[in-house]
T-cell receptor, first 118, second 114 residues
Framework: EAGVTQFPSHSVIEKGQTVTLRCDPISGHDNLYWYRRVMGKEIKFLLHFVKESKQDESGMPNNRFLAERTGGTYSTLKVQPAELEDSGVYFC????????????????FGSGTQLSVL | LAKTTQPISMDSYEGQEVNITCSHNNIATNDYITWYQQFPSQGPRFIIQGYKTKVTNEVASLFIPADRKSSTLSLPRVSLSDTAVYYCLVGPAFYGGSQGNLIFGKGTKLSVKP
């Protein structure tokens, strides 16, 4: 079974440019999350989708960040325009919903996208 | 969501048993304790989860005392490949429908030496 995949693995852009990160969750996983870790800091929650709906976006830093999950499959996270402080590693994770054979929740993470804004 | 405290780093030698303790004094009744492992350039990987007493799987054991204010991850006979950062997380098994909105903290950097 394929795991959570993220594209690209690395992205280097200049300040002011736009970048779109993509996450393909494990097939059948309704829950999809975005996290990020900026340099030297802890992994922080950004937002949570249940299928195509945003369940919780309390961790989104500002309106330069836009996440979508059209059709409830893969998700994209767009940063426009990118700023220097957006540099870091962006992780995506997915999980099954309760009742789908899961008695508790185990998150499956992708390898992350390393974003560098110069 | 309960805050956790764990050692910043630990060193061990191959073949030894490693125990990493996590404090979570404000754990709530419906909170579970979950441990993740993270290697460089990879995302966190689920290791084990428990609510009380002892849980064991093919990778590790998790010991949780009766008051649940702490927990200990036990890795038997570690090898060089167990060198990683280990995170202790506390939260409801299904927080608002999911466990995703968790506080990772700084984790414990385990270094296994030959």
């Amino acid at each position: 079974e394929a795991g959570v995949t993220q594209f690209p693995s690395h992205s280097v852009i200049e300040k002011g440019q736009t970048v779109t990160l993509r996450c393909d969750p494990i097939s059948g996983h309704d829950n999809l999350y975005w996290y990020r870790r900026v340099m030297g800091k802890e992994i922080k929650f950004l937002l949570h989708f249940v299928k195509e709906s945003k369940q919780d976006e309390s961790g989104m830093p500002n309106n330069r960040f836009l996440a979508e999950r059209t059709g409830g499959t893969y998700s994209t996270l767009k940063v426009q325009p990118a700023e220097l402080e957006d540099s870091g590693v962006y992780f995506c994770a997915s999980s099954q919903r309760p009742g789908q054979g899961a008695t508790n929740e185990k998150l499956f993470f992708g390898s992350g996208t390393q974003l560098s804004v110069l | 969501l309960a805050k956790t405290t764990q050692p910043i780093s630990m060193d061990s030698y191959e073949g030894q048993e490693v125990n990493i303790t996590c404090s979570h004094n404000n754990i709530a009744t419906n909170d579970y304790i979950t441990w993740y492992q993270q290697f460089p350039s990879q995302g966190p990987r689920f290791i084990i989860q428990g609510y009380k007493t002892k849980v064991t799987n093919e990778v590790a054991s998790l010991f949780i005392p009766a008051d649940r204010k702490s927990s200990t991850l036990s890795l038997p006979r570690v090898s060089l490949s167990d060198t990683a950062v280990y995170y202790c997380l506390v939260g409801p098994a299904f927080y608002g429908g999911s466990q995703g909105n968790l506080i990772f903290g700084k984790g414990t950097k385990l270094s296994v030496k030959p």
